[in-house]
């Protein structure tokens, strides 16, 4: 009642005026009964008190809000003005609740990948430990493990610039996208000779899209990772590139072990290994998880199709016209 008084004195001091002036200009115009203009003075009084207080019967949910009685909001006013004015702070607080809800998911998520990433990287560690203590420091034992190491990094550094927010370090530009592919086929060198995967490249000369450098550089890295891993010895993968109704398109082809039916919708999950992870040892279950991320971002469509002991194609379509 007092947050509804402090809001609503002045409404009721000028209703009031009104109705002194009134009553003033009478008495004085037309020179009547005094104590009759104050009588009603008094009624009009009572009248404005009265409705006053039935203004405050209808909206009095509401400013047991406002006073602090309560801190939730429910739809029991009958004046219109405050039942939309409860449905919009409801609403407003149930957008809170859902962003509180999604930053608590994606930190959970973050946490736990980061608690099975350190996992997996005590395994190259222990690795690298081994040969040093038995003096055995072959060089390319060394380039594989420390290879996985760098590898395992730039998915954690990616992963956490995502959750932290994609448009802090986002830049489009006109690329050529045979550049970006050469860049990442050179970089994952080593991992293509250690699984004995031949990489060929078929890009259009020229070809180029608009996007940012380095989110797509890491999504083709992802994408060829997973390939050269499920790969069979002695094959090859291919990075073709062309234009297809009027848009740039890369496809990833591998002649590896292939996703099985039953894993093939749910690989894009987060933390998602499939019978191939498992066999593996190795999967953490976020690259495909994160590519698809940053392929959503950069308004790339990401397609995936298998068949087993055939192999893997993964295809990029890029949205801007060549």
């Known amino acids: 009642m007092k947050v509804y008084a402090k809001t609503h004195w002045l409404q009721f001091l000028m209703a009031f005026g009104v109705q002194l002036f009134t009553v003033l200009v009478l008495g004085l115009a037309r020179r009547e009964n005094w104590q009759l203009l104050s009588y009603l003075l008094f009624l009009g009084l009572l009248l404005l008190l009265v409705c006053f207080f039935v203004d405050y019967l209808r909206k009095r949910r509401w400013y047991d809000f406002l006073s602090g009685k309560t801190r939730t909001i429910l739809l029991g006013d009958t004046d219109g003005e405050s039942r939309m004015a409860s449905s919009k702070v409801n609403y407003l607080l149930r957008q809170q609740e859902e962003q509180l809800l999604q930053t608590t998911r994606a930190r959970e998520q973050q946490i736990t990948f980061m608690n099975l990433w350190t996992h997996q990287m005590k ?15 072959d060089s390319v ?3 594989q493990e420390t290879q996985r190491l760098k590898s395992g990094l730039n998915l954690a550094l990616n992963e956490a610039r995502l959750t932290d927010g994609f448009g802090a370090d986002f830049v489009l530009k006109q690329l050529s996208l045979e550049k970006i592919v050469n860049q ?12 004995q995967v031949f990489p060929e490249v078929r890009i259009t000369a020229g070809l180029g899209v608009i996007s940012d450098e380095k989110w797509l550089q890491f999504l083709i890295e992802q994408l060829v990772i997973n390939s050269i891993k499920y790969s069979l010895p002695q094959s090859r993968v291919l990075l073709e590139g ?12 591998d002649h590896g072990i292939g996703i099985p039916a039953a894993d093939l919708p749910r690989v894009k999950q987060p933390f998602f290994t499939g019978e191939n992870g498992r066999k593996q040892g190795e999967a953490t279950g976020m690259g495909l ?4 991320r940053v392929a959503a971002e950069l308004d790339i469509a990401f397609e995936i199709t298998s068949e087993i002991d055939a192999g893997t194609t993964v295809t990029l379509v890029f949205p801007d016209e060549v």
């Open 123 to 137: 395994t190259p560690i222990s690795v690298l430990e081994m040969m040093a203590q038995a003096n055995k420091l």
């Open 141 to 143: 034992e060394v380039l």
């Open 184 to 195: 990442t086929v050179n970089q994952q060198k080593n991992f293509f000779i250690q699984h």
């Open 242 to 253: 062309a234009v297809y109704d009027g848009s740039a398109v890369l496809r990833i082809v």
């Open 289 to 292: 998880y994160l590519a698809d």
